[in-house]
């Protein structure tokens, strides 16, 4: 019986460095069943029908290389789990989810059935991609119809219910590329940049440096004008009113014309401006007053808004407010030019990928008002030529930082620092952002915890400005600073959970707050703090997430990092201890020890250049893996005459192995004795010299990681080998 359908037997999310990629991964097993023979060359009209429903397929390169490589693979023959891996990036690129890598391999010695990878930025995303990579490429196969428009759809909303803001994105891209990782923290936009102690936070525009008491004083923007007038600031006279009569009264106090706006103004929603009559100002507070929040009248300053974003003191980007209006054609109603004259431009939408909004009475209400004044309402038809006023002080969106006046940035700063802000969005109204304040009568009107980024990274007009750099740099000073603790990594078949435990114990020694994860549980600074078995990823996210970690040990087995992968982008130190066949992973297709020690290779690949990897000179496939580490290379064997020991050092590599009994450390051809094995409390030596071996890798790592012979050698001689456990 023919079986000609493709069929997902297994997803393994990989969210960290793996066997594929050092970025996060979906992983999909794929059983294609009776198509492996019928590639794509062999199936009438299914180029035809597949390019048709996503012809961004052009783009790919494949292993081609060029423009239309993948195409051509089309064309040639190719199978439906390569093809699906192409669909699914497809898919996650249309969805705004840009994703370039992926492989499509068949796993041998099982016809028909490929591992198929592809980069997942978002798993959730990422999975309903790849069964909709499924259906598109069973429906080009059997000529069905598809909706390819609906699933993207799809996707896009998903990625953007469960991605990162473009705020907090830009700001964790701008880590990137100084090479701080990022951990997501939640479901939002908490994000913690660096490991352990060396870590800071962000929440979209706010830091770990936002204290609570100065994002309340910018709430208050009451309190706010208070503490700006008393430092010498220029601020709109005002004050806060209970009642339509308090209002106007507060009015004719300050003097017409005047602002009435919620206390806590967000988004400008509810406030309404350059107000002349007590109808205008009774008005006017009604609005104000269904935000649910105090109410304020202030003396209107005449001018354009500006927001000014500043970071750590400085000023990194500014943006002036656009000037909403229509124009009548003696046809068209006050609602039917909006729509016709401003909505329709592609800048505006209903969400903040826009750097414009659109403009509607339920979002801005005031509008209603500004119409009333001129004499209009929602369906009146102005005549021709008639220019009306929709939104005086709109979509700060227009970038202007270039052309503010350093004494502008100044008054910003200082604003910033009176309510304790590291990071600002402060609002200045100015007639004319190149000229002091006080020449114009010019003021701050309002100063925000939190402020958005999109209108400096995607200005309505003008120079998007890199304002999530300034942000990194604000939090990581120095520019060597990249946020990172002493990691050491540990895999291989037999040992690894002793060789983290000896090794966390010499870095206890040396002095910092250690964190380990190991099959024996969580250790923080030696003492037990979860008993089962915590080799994997998330009792090491547990790890890097705690900020009084200073060094961490992880022990990480050959399955954890095949289906799980790495929970940490890079390591000063890479140990792999050996690579056999006991305990092979036949269940997850990897059925020899040549295939283990492609997982092994994950460990050695991540060592940061300024690192180590600590290798095995006595196991071929283990010492082989040293040409693939960016960094330097320490080899250790019971004997100082292995093969790769022994070229290692004739290139002046340094070295451990056993000599006499005693374990030496060997650099540059000196030869430092380090503890004599047969005086420590091991009993039964001679049976369990794996126990050496694993004292051999654990010194590695150790002298790898900056420490002392002196305290190695403590630990070594003061360490517990009575429950060391040989397999794990």
Known sequence: MN???????????????????????????????DLEDSPSNTIPGFYERLTAMLPGLAEHHCGVGERGGFLQRLREGTWPAHIMEHVMIELQNLAGVQTGFGKAREVKG???????????????????????????????????????????????????????????????????????????????????????????????????????????????????????????????????????????????????PVVVKPSDANHGRGVSMDLTTREQVEAAYKLA?????????????????????????????????????????????????????????????????????????????????????????????????????????GNLAFDCTDEVHPAVAAAASLAARIVGLDIAGVDIVA???????????????????????????????????PVGQAIVDHLFPAMDDNGRIPIVGITGSRGKTMVARLTARMLKLHGPYVGTACSDGIFLRQRQ???KDSANWASAHRILMNRSVEAAVFENGFRAIASEGLAYDRCLVGVVTNIDAHGDLADLHFADA???????????????????????????????????????????????????????????????FVRDGSIVLAEDGVETPLVDTTKLAIKDLDSQQWIVENILAAAGAAWAAGVSTDVIRAAIETFDYGNARKTA
């Not at 259906?135 to 990625?159: F, G, H, N, R, S």
């Not at 090479?179 to 660096?194: E, M």
């Not at 830091?207 to 709430?219: C, F, L, P, V």
């Not at 600590?614 to 196991?619: K, R, S």
């Open 110 to 256: 099982k016809r028909g059935l490929y591992k198929l990878v592809v980069r997942a930025r978002y798993e959730e995303v990422s999975r309903k991609a790849l069964f909709a990579a499924r259906d598109i490429v069973m429906a080009a196969i059997e000529d069905k119809p598809y909706d390819v428009e609906a699933t993207v759809t799809e996707l896009t909303d998903l990625a953007e219910r469960i991605g990162l803001g473009p705020s907090t994105y830009n700001i964790v891209d701008a880590a990137t590329d100084r090479r701080i990782p990022a951990l997501r923290l939640n479901d939002g936009n908490l994000v913690q940049l660096g490991y352990g102690a060396r870590s800071r936070r962000i929440w979209t525009a706010e830091t770990d440096q936002t204290s609570a008491i100065s994002e309340s004083i910018s709430r208050d923007k009451d309190l706010t004008k208070r503490l700006l007038q008393s430092c010498g600031v220029p601020i709109p006279e005002g004050r806060v009113v209970t009642s339509p009569d308090d209002a106007w009264d507060a009015a004719e106090d300050i003097g017409i």
């Open 289 to 393: 007053d269904e935000e649910g929040s105090d109410v304020m009248v202030e003396r209107f300053v005449r001018g354009d808004e500006h927001r000014l974003l500043i970071v750590g003191g400085k000023l990194v980007a500014a943006t002036k407010g656009e000037v909403a209006a229509v124009t009548g054609d003696g046809k068209s109603t006050v609602t039917e030019l909006i729509e016709s004259q401003i909505n329709t431009d592609p800048r505006r939408g209903d969400h903040e990928d826009f750097p414009l909004s659109r403009i509607t009475y339920e979002e801005d209400p005031t509008i209603l008002l500004v119409l009333e004044r001129q004499g209009f309402g929602p369906d009146a038809v102005p005549p021709e030529g008639k220019h009306v006023l929709i939104q005086s002080r």
């Open 431 to 465: 007639q004319d952002i190149s000229r002091p304040l006080e020449e114009q009568g010019g003021a701050i009107v309002e100063v925000n915890a939190g402020p958005g980024l999109l209108m400096h990274l995607k200005p309505a007009v003008g120079t998007p400005r």
């Open 3 to 33: 079986n000609k359908t493709i069929e997902i037997i297994n997803v393994m999310s990989l969210r960290g460095p793996n066997i594929w990629t050092y970025r996060p991964a979906l992983e999909a097993w794929v059983d294609i069943g």
């Open 594 to 656: 040549d295939a283990l020690a492609s997982i092994a290779r994950t460990q050695v690949d991540i060592v940061l250049p300024e690192g180590t990897a600590v290798l095995n000179a006595a196991d071929p496939r283990v010492a082989g893996l040293a040409e693939l580490c960016d960094g330097g290379v320490i080899f250790f064997s019971m004997s100082p005459d292995a093969e790769a020991l022994v070229k290692h050092r004739e290139q002046g590599g340094r070295a451990l």
């Open 529 to 531: 703090m979860d008993a």
